[in-house]
């Protein structure tokens, strides 16, 4: 049984489900994208942007997004005996000349548990969900300056486009 030390808990990796967010989960995504963004960000935004994200205006925004989702849109959490490392949500291309494809919005995973599998769980997820909606591509849009995830995306098959903008994923490979 493969043990992890998170925050000061243990928690136990085999016990990960992935499921819907839910309202009352939303704080927990909040803080979540926060923290993440702080970290991952650090030295590519403003450290002035990164300090002032507003937890109430962010759980303000998934609270509308969790509510009223779009049409084939989803917002998946990964938890961890109940509590939440990770989130992912999707959706329809928002290129409207990408017709056949999905997106990928957000990935986050807390910083915590990063390196532990619930990125690759997400995205698998993910890929799943577009398969079940008949798409043949994804993309999903990243920092340039961002290696670490570049790095994760490539080796999960997804090709850079341009100047790592974007970095899209033929679907049948999987």
Do not use: C
Request: hydrophobic content about 40%.
């Amino acid at each position: 049984m493969a043990k992890l030390q998170g925050a000061g808990i243990n928690m136990n990796i085999e016990s990960l489900e992935v499921r819907d967010v839910l309202l009352t989960d939303v704080e927990s995504l909040a803080k979540i994208r926060i923290r993440s963004w702080q970290k991952t960000y650090a030295g590519q935004m403003p450290d002035e942007y990164l300090n002032n994200l507003s937890l109430e205006k962010t759980i303000t925004r998934w609270q509308e997004l969790v509510a009223n989702p779009e049409r084939d849109t989803k917002i998946l959490g990964a938890f961890i005996d109940g509590r939440l490392a990770g989130y992912l949500s999707m959706g329809p291309n928002r290129n409207m000349d990408e017709i056949n494809s999905g997106e990928i919005y957000a990935i986050y995973v807390d910083p915590d548990f990063l390196g532990v599998g619930i990125g690759t769980r997400l995205m698998n997820e993910a890929i799943s969900h577009f398969i079940s909606l008949g798409y043949s591509y994804a993309t999903l849009w990243v920092f340039h300056s961002n290696s670490p995830a570049i790095k994760f995306y490539e080796s999960k098959v997804w090709l850079r486009l341009g100047k790592v903008t974007s970095i899209r994923s033929e679907i049948s490979k999987y």
